[in-house]
């Protein structure tokens, strides 16, 4: 601590002490990193949180995998977390569920570069692919509450259990069938949650729900104003 902070901290406390004694008052409330509040674009928000080590995944990551797509899109998919190739690419979804979920938004006239943007709640890929730790999440979640506040979307697509139940801050034990067909909110904006499409690539029982779910988000973006 420098003198400055010094004199800074003894001004504090003094004037803690005329207001209310020798009690001292220190909230507790959770605060905001300046990036979080202070980029106007997502590229300028990129920017300024590609370099993160706020928790130890970023240590190990070959690449930070911050999200991509339309700037404006009216549908945001967000899954877990990246995998191998995304962490090698520094794209999300480019794997082989990647390109099975492009295949699902092309059904429904879509395209990551046309009214979608795809992320995940964590930027860094978890050892062998291990689902997100809660403490990883509370770090990484506001990146993913911001890109979201820049673009504004109609509607959150979580793809996959994980992504729901992290999203919507539920039991850990919760299936994905006792998800779908809701509308959940998310700090404000709709969510739905349906299939991941890896779990589409393990099992052909999964395709059918998962296109009526794709029907079903086709129609909410289109009625909604
Ligand atoms: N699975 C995810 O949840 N996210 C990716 O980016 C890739 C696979």
């Known amino acids: 601590m420098t003198s400055n902070n010094g004199n800074v901290v003894e001004r504090y406390l003094r004037q803690n002490r005329q207001?209310?004694?020798?009690?001292?008052?220190?909230?507790?409330?959770?605060?905001?990193p300046d990036v979080i509040v202070g980029s106007e674009s997502l590229t300028e928000f990129e920017e300024s949180i590609h370099d993160c080590t706020r928790c130890s995944l970023g240590e190990r990551r070959t690449n930070f995998v911050f999200g991509v797509g339309d700037p404006n899109a009216d549908l945001v998919c967000?899954?877990?977390?990246?995998?191998?190739?995304?962490?090698?690419?520094?794209?999300?979804?480019?794997?082989?569920?990647?390109?099975?979920?492009?295949?699902?938004?092309a059904s429904?006239?879509?395209?990551?570069?046309?009214?979608?943007?795809?992320c995940n709640v964590l930027k860094c890929r978890p050892p062998n692919n291990r689902d997100p730790l809660a403490s990883e999440v509370e770090q990484c979640e506001p990146y993913l509450?911001?890109?979201?506040?820049?673009?504004k979307p109609?509607?959150?697509?979580?793809?996959?259990?994980?992504?729901?139940?992290?999203?919507?801050?539920?039991?850990?034990?919760?299936?994905?069938?006792?998800?779908?067909?809701?509308?959940?909110?998310?700090?404000?904006?709709?969510?739905?949650?349906?299939?991941?499409?890896?779990?589409?690539?393990?099992s052909d029982r999964f395709k059918r729900p998962t296109w009526?779910?794709?029907k079903w988000i086709r129609s909410i973006l289109s009625t909604e104003g």
């Open 108 to 118: 429904i006239n879509l395209s990551r570069n046309n009214n979608v943007y795809i």
């Open 145 to 151: 509450i911001r890109q979201l506040d820049l673009i």
């Open 154 to 202: 109609k509607l959150i697509v979580a793809l996959g259990r994980v992504a729901a139940k992290t999203l919507l801050k539920l039991d850990s034990n919760i299936a994905l069938k006792d998800l779908r067909n809701k509308q959940h909110d998310y700090y404000g904006t709709k969510l739905i949650a349906t299939y991941h499409p890896a779990a589409l690539l393990r």
């Open 78 to 105: 967000v899954g877990e977390a990246p995998g191998a190739d995304e962490d090698a690419q520094g794209v999300p979804f480019v794997g082989r569920a990647g390109r099975l979920l492009d295949k699902i938004l």
């Open 19 to 32: 207001l209310f004694g020798d009690e001292i008052y220190v909230s507790f409330e959770p605060v905001q």
């Open 212 to 214: 009526e779910d794709f």
